[in-house]
């Protein structure tokens, strides 16, 4: 117990300050159960961070400490249910400090709050140290791996705290990704994730909220694992903690936000490849459906009251109605592109996010309100792509990148104070 009391506190205090006098854990000298493999496996994603710009996301964030102190935390566990736990409270923590540093809440370093990059690069970095990690007993790796996961993305204890009356507002964001093109990369609808989550705005209406917040991974295998659904269904089951609406969110088009009307079914995005380099094995003239998807149509349409948001946010990007899918019409072989909408009895190739994750959390989250809570309103927004960053790729950041974040953030919640009011 003593152990597990300091693992806690340790955890603690690494979402707040974590000054350099804390300890490490107990028994962090214990080499039976200290040992590491550097030459252990990595994936593709882990691999990145042998590019030196990567570090410095997470130092020039404050989350350095993160990095350094997590070895020897897993070196003070005993057993396999202390090192569940242990992974828990550590994600939980680093998803804590990245919200409120997101939030203005937690100073640290000289990149701008609202950077969603930090978060990421930590996680991988901590990720590393557990492929590392060479215990004296037996650990299943990768379930540990998920509830590290779990918790960083805040889909462990981010339940919503205000009482009945105000509206439950929850949303999802996603990492950087594209990152082979250019590892300095972030994603507007990670930022604005974290810089909403556990906010209370006022809606159009009058009406109060409070927005909650996850943050998913552009993998495929993890959508595969039901991820989502994980995310989602306690939002989903009614109760004091169910959302009143929900929204998923990721970086979309040149320009614009889009609300979309429909979510498809199906993967077509290859040959563009996740951020592990794996492909769905779907294309425009072959799609497919993920693995384990549940029963559901080809095409779900969004119950957004999207009007709201498209005649009334107007600046500095226009929000407009995306109401285009590709489908295989009923009784044909290849795809058409339709501006209007499915037709009854087609297939679906593309929703209006494509045929990649962004229009597979829509359809997952969708097709799992329409069978828990098919009265609650949800739908998918694309942001417009984050651009500014310098031509110098030794720089990290810039005046340009930084409005254009900001700017873009301010208008997801301006969007979302209009969709999320009382029917």
Do not use: K
Not at 112 to 125: K, S
Not at 238 to 266: C, K, N
Not at 306 to 314: H, I, L, P, W, Y
């Amino acid at each position: 117990m003593m152990l597990l009391r300091r693992t806690a506190a340790l955890a603690v205090l690494l979402a707040t300050a974590l000054p350099p006098a804390v300890a490490a854990p107990a028994h962090a000298d214990d080499t039976s159960s200290c040992r590491t493999a550097p030459s252990a496996p990595l994936d593709t994603e882990q691999a990145r961070l042998a590019d030196p710009r990567t570090a410095a996301l997470v130092e020039r964030a404050g989350f350095g400490d993160f990095v350094r102190r997590f070895p020897a935390a897993l070196c003070s566990v005993r057993t396999p249910a202390e090192a569940g736990r242990l992974l828990d409270s550590w994600g939980e923590a680093l998803w804590q400090a990245a919200v409120r540093r997101a939030q203005g809440q937690r100073p640290g370093g000289d990149l701008p709050a609202g950077d969603d990059r930090p978060l990421y690069w930590t996680r991988l970095a901590m990720t590393t140290a557990l492929a590392r990690w060479e215990p004296g007993f037996a650990v299943d790796r990768a379930t540990l791996r998920t509830r590290f996961e779990d918790a960083s993305r805040g889909l462990a204890d981010n339940a919503f705290q205000t009482p009945a009356g105000v509206r439950h507002v929850f949303v999802s964001g996603f990492d950087p990704f594209g990152l082979d093109t250019e590892l300095r990369r972030a994603n507007p609808s990670g930022s604005a994730a974290l810089q909403l989550n556990g906010r209370r705005i006022t809606l159009a209406d009058g009406s109060r909220a409070e927005i909650r917040a996850v943050v998913l991974p552009v993998r495929y295998a993890d959508f595969d694992a039901g991820i989502v659904e994980r995310a989602f269904a306690p939002r989903l089951t009614g109760g004091p903690g169910a959302a009143d609406v929900i929204t998923t969110i990721s970086q979309g088009y040149p320009g614009i936000f889009t609300l979309e009307a429909w979510a498809g079914r199906s993967r077509s995005a290859d040959p563009y490849p996740d951020n592990t380099g794996s492909l769905s094995g779907g294309t425009r003239e072959h799609p497919v459906t993920a693995p384990g998807l549940g029963p559901g149509a080809q095409f779900i349409r969004t119950t957004l009251p999207t009007e709201a948001a498209t005649d009334s946010v107007r600046n500095p990007y226009p929000v407009l109605l995306n109401t285009a899918v590709t489908e295989i019409p009923a009784g044909a072989t290849g795809p058409v592109d339709r501006e209007d909408g499915p037709t009854p009895g087609s297939r679906a190739v593309e929703g209006g996010g494509g045929g990649y994750l962004s229009n597979e959390v829509a359809y997952r989250s969708n097709r799992l309100r329409g069978e828990l809570a098919p009265e609650l309103p949800g739908g998918h927004l694309h942001t417009p792509v984050l651009t500014g960053l310098p031509a110098d790729p030794g720089l990290l950041t810039g005046p340009e990148f930084e409005r254009n974040e900001t700017a873009i953030t301010a208008e997801v919640r301006a969007v979302l104070e209009h969709t999320a009011t009382r029917p």
